[in-house]
């Protein structure tokens, strides 16, 4: 599947500030799965979050009606490499187009920069054209673009 991974031009960041996002941690992966699991019909299911990566501190959400909507945080975090890279971003279909995902991403991006995270990236599928508009809208650019699979390996 083709992919695009992206940079934040720090220089470029323009915040989405939002009050509608809450931090998540470890005691809100019940529920954040039950978010991602919206995407599993359609094949938007993010497919690489573990429950480890909410101690990062990096996790935001926007609830509904008390309901975990919108959601991203990290996929790696490093402070002794400054490297933050955003991932499980992800908007519950019945609640697109209102902006959750800009005001998730830029409150991730606003924390790794409190933290003086120098290099901030993130990885999109490049099919994902709305994402990429958001993530652009943001400082986002396009870094350089590759193909993401699963291998098997075979035996001899």
Avoid: K, W
């Avoid at 809450?22 to 995407?39: K, Q, S, V």
């Avoid at 501190?57 to 991203?72: Q, S």
């Avoid at 908007?91 to 998730?104: C, D, K, L, Q, Y």
């Amino acid at each position: 599947c083709p992919v695009l991974r992206m940079t934040l031009d720090l220089a470029r960041f323009a915040s989405c500030p939002g009050s509608s996002v809450h931090p998540l941690g470890a005691t809100d992966e019940h529920e954040l799965r039950e978010l991602y699991e919206d995407g599993r019909e359609s094949g938007e299911e993010p497919d690489f979050f573990i429950a480890t990566q909410l101690g990062d501190d990096t996790f935001c959400g926007v609830r509904d009606e008390g309901r975990l909507v919108a959601a991203g945080g990290t996929h790696l975090y490093s402070a002794s490499e400054s490297v933050g890279a955003i991932g499980n971003v992800y908007t519950r279909r019945s609640h697109r187009g209102r902006g959750h995902g800009a005001v998730v991403v830029s409150a991730v991006v606003e924390q790794l920069i409190e933290r003086g995270t120098e290099t901030i990236g993130l990885n999109v599928r490049a099919a994902n054209t709305g994402a990429i508009r958001l993530y652009e809208r943001l400082g986002f650019r396009v870094h350089t673009g590759f193909f993401e699979g699963r291998a098997v390996r075979r035996s001899r």
